[in-house]
C-alpha cells in the first residue's frame, strides 16, 4: 500500500467514508481500521480539508476549506 501521503484526496475521502461506514455505521472493524481512520483524518485536515460528522444519517462530510492561514 502507498503511503498516506502519496494518496489522492480522492482516494483518501473515499477511504475515510469507508473506514467511517464501518466502525461507527455497522461496527465491524478491527484495531488497524481504527489507526488507519486516524492517519486518513490527520492527512486530510493537513491538506485543508474540515471534516465533520452528521449524526443523522450517520454520514461523514469533507470539504475543502476555502480559509488560507497566512502564518
Given at each position: 500500500?502507498?503511503?498516506?501521503?502519496?494518496?489522492?484526496?480522492?482516494?483518501?475521502?473515499?477511504?475515510?467514508?469507508?473506514?467511517?461506514?464501518?466502525?461507527?455505521?455497522?461496527?465491524?472493524?478491527g484495531?488497524?481500521?481504527?489507526?488507519?481512520?486516524?492517519?486518513?483524518?490527520?492527512?486530510?485536515?493537513?491538506?485543508?480539508?474540515?471534516?465533520?460528522?452528521?449524526?443523522?444519517?450517520g454520514?461523514?462530510?469533507?470539504?475543502?476549506?476555502?480559509?488560507?492561514?497566512?502564518?
Open positions: 500500500m502507498k503511503k498516506i501521503s502519496e494518496i489522492s484526496d480522492e482516494e483518501l475521502i473515499s477511504y475515510a467514508e469507508q473506514l467511517y461506514d464501518a466502525i461507527f455505521i455497522v461496527g465491524s472493524y484495531l488497524k481500521d481504527l489507526y488507519d481512520y486516524v492517519a486518513v483524518i490527520e492527512e486530510l485536515t493537513r491538506r485543508g480539508y474540515k471534516i465533520r460528522e452528521v449524526q443523522k444519517p454520514k461523514l462530510v469533507i470539504k475543502k476549506s476555502v480559509f488560507s492561514s497566512s502564518l
